[in-house]
């Protein structure tokens, strides 16, 4: 049991002595079980049969590290039975079991990882080696290399100093052999033009030369060159002078003769003055353009060869300045910012001229693409030339021109709606002169209002195009803001509306004897437009305007409930007119009527006169023209016997009293007395009473003006009694068909009663006609 308990696999017998070399075996394995368990990392309080309290140092331990078979088994003899020695050895027996065949498990399933692990170690072994014999020979290697150099720079270190010292004698003599060919060399490269390399050679000379020159030979080759710099700054001064060549070869050639030395200030100069005279042949060239013999190219290619010839070359001539004559200080500054500003302003001028051409073409495409790329074109030089300000100087051009098309296209606005006017005006004309029915005022309405609105937003599509984004003067303060606020919205909506309203004005300022030559049907349109512009087309338009053209500038703007009441106020101007010269053509011919008859000697009536139908057929005409364009309005509740009223001089008591037919002239002031007293309890009736936008307003004015008319003539007359007779008829027939035009047909039975009151009054014998004789004719009528 003893060398059971030694260990799992152990192979010892009962009689093996623990201090030979198998006793050392249990602790190789116990090791190996440790380790296997830290690989499948297992703790020591996991393992099994060991309870959880016990101590590690504790030699009956089994699953201890100091575990002492010995000390085990005189503790079991000591204090266990036989029974329970034998259960002791069977449990033994079976973990130990159990614990080769857990170690067979770990083996098989591990095998793989321990071959190839062995394997790894093994060919570790065999690089280290290598790896150490090619370390010994490296530094073997490195030892003898070492010595060799050593050897190397103690034999040649006499030879090295004086290679050194002849290439410093070579150096030296390649220098004399340079300067002692230096004459020959530019004498070469002066005549073959080669300019540049001719100064770089004399710089490269010229210092040593200055140094030497005490020296006889070093001063002839001195002089020599001298001579030859003097002839080559003659020759480069005078291809500078010819000024055939462009900007940079003009660059260069100033450029040569300041490397020879040459004054800067006579340079600066005529540098200045020769890119003058490239300069104004290029203004020429484009004022040759301008000339009215040639066909002017449009603008975007005036603006192209502009920006290409001129701008380009003022580019040039300021760059290769700037860079030539930076050491000059201020006072080079300004002659250049003097000479930029000078032909600037020139250039500006002709640019100028030709986009005022441009003023009366319609289309602002191609000339916002021509401001773009003179504005593109004048960064570069604004940037080079900041004190000049020619990128300004463009913006404000730019900016101009701006408020020239907008001004340009209020100007077309004005000229559409006039032009609007006119094709109404023949519109109306027209089917009188042929005969034949025209379109109607709803219609001819509808495209008026369809005409002016596509106009307008026709105007706004092309000033909108001064404020895209791809444009490169869009993002300008000016165009951001008050070209947004006050030029498009200000000065070209609200400025058309309103010159749109005192157009339609005017027609109210010079109605003539007759109305003037305005059409009323002309006054009625422009009444309804205005009002349709004041409920919505003010408020739509504005709105468009300002969604399209963003507005960030802070200047006060028209209020929209502004320019709609100016409408509301123009419309109903327009409409008190209409009904003044619809009012005055029919009052015309009752006056006339009125005058044009002799009332005293008149026979007895027996029909209607016809200025009477005419008067009711010209109302009911002016009834459907009114109903074409407005609402009908709010008429007072309308009695039933308003068509069977008859007018007569007995229509009330007191007026049965007056015309009796004791009646006699010798009572005149008590009929004036009475008719005074009537007045008075009379409502008075306000002829020229405000016009509301609705037919029946406008054809109670109509009526009320043609009635008191009629009122005004038949007071100034005297009557007979058939004379009498007649007006009543007269009146009798307007009533009935007037009444139901008026929004209250008391007024009308108001007028015709004072109509025929006031004939009655200037009757010597008023013996009136029978009511139902007067039904009769009128119905006849």
């Given at each position: 049991m003893a060398a059971a308990a030694a260990g799992p696999g152990s192979g010892s017998g009962p009689g093996d002595s623990p201090e030979g070399p198998e006793a050392e075996a249990p602790e190789r394995r116990r090791k190996a079980h440790g380790m296997l368990k830290l690989y499948y990392g297992l703790s020591e309080g996991e393992s099994a049969g060991r309870p959880a309290g016990s101590d590690p140092l504790d030699p009956t331990d089994l699953n201890g590290a100091h575990f002492d078979p010995e000390v085990y088994l005189d503790k079991l003899r000591r204090e266990c039975p036989l029974a329970q020695l034998m259960d002791s050895e069977t449990d033994m027996v079976r973990q130990i079991r159990a614990l080769d065949s857990d170690m067979q498990t770990l083996v098989y399933e591990n095998y793989n990882k321990f071959i190839s692990a062995t394997d790894t170690i093994r060919k570790m072994k065999n690089d280290f080696r290598k790896m150490e014999d090619e370390m010994d020979r490296l530094a073997t290697n490195m030892a003898v290399i070492t010595d060799f150099s050593a050897r190397i720079s103690a034999t040649l270190q006499d030879r090295h100093e004086r290679i050194t010292k002849l290439a410093g004698v070579h150096a030296l003599l390649r220098k004399l052999q340079f300067l002692f060919e230096l004459p020959s060399c530019l004498t070469k490269c002066v005549e073959l033009g080669a300019y540049g390399q001719a100064v770089r050679y004399q710089g490269r000379a010229r210092a040593v030369l200055q140094q030497y020159q005490h020296l006889p030979s070093f001063r002839a080759i001195q002089d020599?060159?001298?001579?030859i710099t003097a002839r080559l700054a003659q020759q480069l001064r005078q291809r500078f002078r010819e000024g055939g060549s462009g900007a940079p070869e003009q660059a260069e050639c100033v450029e040569l003769l300041l490397a020879l030395g040459e004054p800067a200030e006579e340079l600066c100069d005529e540098f200045l003055a020769n890119a003058r005279g490239r300069l104004e042949a290029e203004l020429q060239s484009l004022e040759a353009e301008l000339g009215p013999s040639p066909p002017a190219p449009d603008v975007l290619e005036f603006t192209d060869h502009g920006g290409s010839g001129f701008v380009g070359g003022l580019c040039q001539v300021a760059s290769a300045y700037q860079e030539l004559f930076a050491a000059q200080g201020p006072a080079g500054a300004e002659k250049l910012t003097a000479f930029a500003q000078e032909l600037g302003g020139r250039y500006f001028a002709l640019v100028e001229r030709r986009l005022a051409q441009e003023q009366g073409s319609g289309d602002n495409s191609l000339l916002v693409r021509a401001l773009d790329r003179f504005h593109r074109r004048l960064r570069a030089p604004g940037a080079l030339l900041a004190a000049a300000g020619l990128a300004e100087a463009a913006t404000e051009i730019v900016e101009r021109v701006a408020r020239e098309r907008l001004g340009h296209h209020l100007q077309g606005l004005r000229a559409a709606f006039l032009g609007c006017l006119t094709d109404v005006r023949?519109?109306?004309?027209?089917?009188?002169?042929?005969g034949k029915e025209g379109p109607g005022l709803a219609e001819l309405l509808a495209n008026v209002a369809s005409s002016i609105l596509s106009h307008i937003k026709a105007s706004l599509a092309a000033v909108h195009l001064f404020t895209a984004k791809e444009v490169s003067f869009s993002n300008k303060p000016y165009f951001r803001g008050e070209f947004c606020s006050q030029g498009v919205r200000e000065g070209l909506i609200v400025g058309f509306i309103r010159s749109m309203c005192q157009t339609a004005q005017s027609f109210c300022d010079s109605p003539g004897e007759k109305g003037g030559a305005t059409p009323p049907a002309l006054l009625l349109l422009l009444s309804r437009l205005c009002l349709d512009y004041e409920t919505a087309t003010i408020s739509y338009i504005l709105t468009l305007t300002d969604e399209q053209?963003?507005?960030?500038?802070?200047?006060?703007?028209?209020?929209?409930?502004?320019?709609?009441?100016?409408?509301r106020e123009t419309a109903r101007r327009l409409l008190t007119h209409y009904v003044k010269v619809q009012g005055l053509v029919i009052s015309q011919m009752l006056r006339k009527s009125v005058?044009?008859?002799d009332w005293l000697s008149t026979l007895e009536p027996r029909n209607v006169r016809a200025v009477m139908k005419r008067v009711v057929e010209d109302t009911t005409a002016i009834d459907v023209q009114v109903?074409?364009?407005?609402?009908?309005?709010?008429?007072?509740a309308q009695s039933s016997d308003s068509s069977k009223r008859t007018f007569s001089v007995y229509s009330s008591s007191r007026q049965q009293g007056r015309y009796a037919p004791s009646y006699t002239p010798s009572a005149p002031m008590d009929t004036n007395l009475l008719s005074n007293i009537q007045k008075l309890f009379s409502e008075r009736i306000d002829v020229f009473s405000p016009v509301e936008f609705n037919k029946v307003s406008v054809l109670t004015g109509i009526i009320k003006i043609s009635l008191k008319t009629l009122l005004e003539c038949v007071r100034l007359r005297t009557f007979g009694r058939f004379g009498l007779q007649q007006v009543q008829v007269d009146c009798h027939f307007l009533q009935l068909y007037l009444w139901r035009f008026v929004?209250?047909?008391?007024?009308?039975?108001?007028?015709?009663?004072?109509?025929?009151?006031?004939?009655?009054?200037?009757?010597?014998?008023?013996?009136?006609?029978?009511p139902s004789v007067v039904e009769v004719i009128c119905e006849r009528g």
């Open positions: 020599d060159c001298q001579v023949q519109a109306l004309a027209a089917p009188r002169l042929a053209f963003l507005v960030q500038d802070q200047s006060p703007v028209t209020p929209v409930s502004t320019l709609c009441a100016e409408a005058e044009t008859r109903g074409l364009l407005y609402e009908e309005g709010v008429r007072k929004a209250d047909e008391e007024l009308v039975h108001l007028l015709l009663d004072e109509v025929v009151a006031s004939a009655a009054l200037r009757c010597p014998d008023p013996v009136p006609m029978e």
